[in-house]
């Protein structure tokens, strides 16, 4: 192996390896799915919505992966970038624990009814300025309604 | 099949619909000109413009974009090159410092400009709020949106001593 | 800049530098003519030239500069870019020394070769006979660095490119490029080199009216003896340097086409989502991965003992199979420990070192004596947290490792380190490791680390085909090489007349530079600086100004401290510390002057000076900050800075507006906590990032107070601006913040 030449690092982390170590370890354990260009196993057809009662709210359930990244909907699952949303229909504005809500949001005085929903995931900045909802608006009025009904739907147990 | 039309491109892609627009866009369409950052819409380096309005693309599924108007960082120049007001405004301040959040920024700057062509600095706060700059580089991106208006403004002071 | 190469050259190529290609910062390549030079036995443009060359239109000088048939001059730069503008200051210093014409400058990075590692090359790249550099640069902060080490380790950090490389290695090969194109003229001409003059790229013999492009007499300059010492211009002859020049980077940083670490592309690359033991030290003992074998994409799951990696079709789907999967980890150490138990520790380490323990960093007269004859007497305990780097780019890197060779891409601060690292994760001589660098979405000292290139090189590794690891945002901000949390505590001793008599300190850690919690600028008659070291589980990284990030806040709240016990402006105790020192005060009055300091502000408004030398250049600032709202809101910050000489006024001033966000983030928001020995901040939402609607109005005044003696521009910017702030937050509520962040007190 090329000896290095040693020089005074500027600091302890930037020594460079030392000659000759060992290679770094492999895999303790290694599942080999498929190689690559093989044909992806067959996979499930995607789960059907569970609760058939509304095919609305499956659709809401559906467009709502939009705002997973950041909402959480199961009960008692932490905050993430968004506040936990189990229950939030109904809801005063600020209203979950533990989130860090945006003074404004805060001092909205806004109870999350349908409407108010409605009109805030429009275009959240414009209806609270200063929210730290910065994406997530949904433009088209029949997807926010299935969103809508889907959050209803996710009620504390 | 999901069916695009990305910077003026009618594209096709076979991918998952809730994978979002940012790795289609990346890994199927090859653009790597948007970028990666927190993967929750809280930084807007993934910023693409879907149907003309700035969208976090790491956090919109591509099934939201079908049948619809995609627009990158790569699409924003004209088709001779001339690049865009925003672009050329953001050489002349020498906006960019590691380069990475700009294009975010750029896409989010632009939108704001066709919306809204002369925005007071509280407007452009709250366009811009939602694009974060590691190097810091918010007053030179204020400066560039205002040049790219046409907003004037005095220079910035600066003395050799 | 040529963008036609694209990073999609084979990465098997054999001996051949592809990474030019890679970068984008391309080759520009002219037309017909062999620009030959001759090159000296051992010398290393041997070597370098096929890497650095096209073999056909280019030549190099020396291992600096090359100039092709088309007069375009190529500034070989041992240093990456993240940002900070390294390319184009370099290349200008290359250029001023050599006459070059600046719109005809090129710039390349310098493969990641040992050629550019050794400290030999400080000799080698002119001549064997040329006066040596001298190798150990005794910085102003008074520590010792070696010259070779920035060239050497090809690093890039310390704020050391432009005052190190630029100075010795970047001015010195160009004005040797320009004296050996005169000579060759010269001797072509038959005229003295003497009457020969050179100007933009030209070479000019104004008796004879005679006039040719450098290009012509690349070959025959190669023939020359090389000048045993080249002649560096003095400061009024700078054309170059000095000037505002407009960076090279930054046009394909605009449209999308500057290719980062995270933007490699090698075919049949495969993606991997990683997450690792969130207690650092922890292994991973088993994984239930039930549902992410039957997930979309996935092609492997690995248990790799201190991770866990899914690799699949593309990024996203090994993400959420990677979320999916159930991991245990073993019990450390670190388990129980959060972030109080943490500072716990530090208290009883100091409590134990008592008045004389620890270990001494400097000591001058009798602090024990002054101390106990002071008129008043201060003592404080200030602390400040862990802190992520949170570069924009998340950690990533993609690596291919087949047929007894490795290829590895990324974006690194020590692309040489690198190399090293992936040579040994694969198990491999450093000779069959290719390492393509490429921009970096930010540095701040974070891409000086290589654990993102080891993971990526052992996944690779297992599964024989090229793999890009992209680290979650989540991954990037809780396995992070955190800037230490540190306790810091301070007595000091006024005489009679409020002078500022003795200063003892003792704080944890010491990282580096090594002369950070030193204050040898103030006159303070009596003073001893102590440290202990406290262990600690997580990994400790440098960040941007490293050590200076949280002396500067120690050093700078302690002496407003002061100033307030003896009832003096904080700028007026200041000035008196530094008495004698006309530079520093040069500096001082500058950023009170242009902040108008003295003069009335509004109700709850305040304003904060702070005064901190890093780096080799000294800064001051003063902070205005508004108290009237629910948070602080610092609304303008004044900067004067003497880095010695500004080789771009411009790139200066950017990273003082840019160092003050970094610091100003990271004093009003920057905690990293721990709960059970795991980092409880996952990503923006709970480690925010200032933004464009706090962002203050940035003054900058630049003083060339010492041409001969370059300071850094990348770092010295931040040490101040917490200090500055808090300063100003105590002159506006009379609330002193002895901890940070600041967002962790309530000022309602």
Known sequence: MLKLIHVIALSPLFVLAACGADPAPGPVEQIIVREPGAAPVATAAAAVASNPASALIAEGKAAFA????????????PNGAGPNLVGIVGKAAGGVAGFAYSDALKASGITWTAAELDSFIADPAAKIPGTTMVAGAIADSAERQAVIAYLESITAN | MIQLNVNGQSKAVDVDPATPILWVVRENLEMTGTKFGCGIAQCGACTVH??????????????????????????????????????QAWIEAQVPQCGYCQSGQIMSATALLKENPNPTDAQIDAAMAGNVCRCGMYGRIRQAIKAAAGIGQPAEQETVA | MSKSETATDSPGKKGKWTRRAFIGAGVVAGSALVV??????????????????????????????????????????????????????????????????????????????????????????LAPNLEVPAIFEPTVSGGILELAQAMGLQFTGGSYSVRATGQRAMRTAGAAAREMLVAAAASEWQVPASEITTADSMIIHAKSGKSEPFAKFALAAAEQSLPAKPTLKSPDKYKIMGQPKARHDIPEKVDGTAIFGIDAKVPGMKYAAVKAAPVIGATVTSIDATTARTMPGVLQILNMGDFVAVVADGYWQAQQALNSIDAQYSKTEGDGLDLDAIFARYATSLDEAGEDGGDMETEAGDVGKAFAGAATKVEAEYKVPFLAHATMEPMNCTAWVRDGKCDVWSGHQAPVNARQAAADAAGLPFEDVTYHNAYLGGGFGRRSDSDAVIMATRIAKATGYPVKMIWSREEDTAQDHYRPSATSRFRGGLDKDGKLVSWDNIHTHLFDPKDAPTIPYYNIASHKIRKVDVPMHLRFGPWRSVDHSQHGFFIESFVDEMADAAGK???????????????????????????????????????????????????????????????????????????????????????????????????????????????????????????????????????????????????????????AVTNAIFAATGKRIRELPVAKHDFA
């Not at chain 3, 060359?53 to 500069?65: F, I, P, S």
């Not at chain 3, 990503?683 to 005044?701: G, K, Q, S, T």
């Open chain 3, 569 to 723: 402006d904080g700028y007026a105790f200041r000035r008196e510390l530094l008495a004698g020192s006309p530079r520093h005060l040069k500096v001082l009055d500058t950023a009170a002057k242009m902040s108008g300091w003295g003069s009335a502000l509004p109700e709850k408004h305040g304003r904060g000076i702070a005064f901190v030398p890093s780096f080799g250049s000294i800064v001051a600032q003063v902070a205005e900050v508004d108290m009237t709202g629910a948070k602080p809101k610092v609304t303008k910050v004044y900067v004067a800075a003497d880095p010695g000489f500004v080789v771009n006024p411009d790139g200066f001033t950017a990273q003082m507006e840019s160092a003050i966000v970094y610091g100003l983030t990271a004093a009003l928001y920057g905690e990293i906590t721990l709960k059970d020995g795991a980092v409880q901040q996952s990503n923006f939402h709970d480690y925010p990032m200032l933004r464009i609607d706090e962002m203050p109005a940035v003054e900058v005044a630049l003083i060339n107070g010492d041409h001969k003696h370059l300071g850094g521009g990348g770092e010295p910017g931040l040490p101040p601006i917490a200090p």
């Open chain 1, 66 to 77: 939009n705002c997973s990244a950041c909402h959480a909907v199961e009960q008692g699952a």
């Open chain 2, 50 to 87: 879907l149907d003309g309005k700035p969208i976090r693309s790491c956090s919109t599924p591509i099934s939201a974009a079908d049948g619809k108007n995609i627009t990158t960082i790569e699409g924003i120049a004209s088709e001779d090159g001339t690049l865009h007001r925003v672009q």
């Open chain 3, 36 to 125: 030959g030079v001759a090159v000296r036995q051992g010398n290393p443009i041997d070597r370098l030239s096929p890497l650095l060359t096209d073999g056909k239109n280019e030549q190099l000088l020396n291992a600096w500069v090359k100039v092709d048939t088309d007069n375009i001059v190529t500034a070989v730069i041992p240093h990456v870019e993240m940002g900070q503008g390294v390319y184009t200051a370099l290349a200008q210093m290359l250029a001023d020394e050599m006459d070059a014409d600046w719109s005809k400058v090129r710039i390349l990075e310098a493969p990641a070769d040992m050629q550019y590692v050794s400290d030999s090359i400080a000799r080698d790249f």
